[in-house]
Nanobody, 118 residues
Framework: QVQLVESGGGLVQPGGSLTLSCAAS????????MGWYRQAPGKQRDLVAT???????NYADSVKGRFTISRDNAKNTVYLQMNSLKPEDTAVYYC????????????WGQGTQVTVSS
């Protein structure tokens, strides 16, 4: 059974920082492209960042220079370091495991709320 469990969300003031974690089980983690997506109320779910097995990264323009995605294959965990947070970063953040490159499935976590407000 595949599980992606996010943690680290919460309430932070504008300009602050948070680090999200996503612990994966039930997959060969090192083979998956891992990603973070977010969904604000009334909006579609959008890409935030992805990281390949070779640690190549991709970011949405809105978070470039502020967010950093990383992975620890020994811990089956992907991280999202978020700095200089803005109110428009408020959303539910979802972890994604994409196994399409190795003919495996695509999986989502349950999401963690990030609220940026003073």
């Amino acid at each position: 059974q595949v599980q992606l469990v996010e943690s680290g969300g919460g309430l932070v003031q504008p300009g602050g920082s948070l680090t999200l974690s996503c612990a994966a089980s039930g997959i060969i983690f090192s083979r998956y492209v891992m990603g973070w997506y977010r969904q604000a109320p009334g909006k579609q779910r959008d890409l935030v960042a992805t990281i390949t097995s070779g640690r190549r990264t991709n970011y949405a323009d809105s978070v470039k220079g502020r967010f950093t995605i990383s992975r620890d294959n020994a811990k089956n965990t992907v991280y999202l370091q978020m700095n200089s947070l803005k109110p428009e970063d408020t959303a539910v953040y979802y972890c994604n495991a994409d196994g399409s490159l190795v003919l495996r499935g695509n999986y989502w976590g349950q999401g963690t709320q990030v609220t940026v407000s003073s």
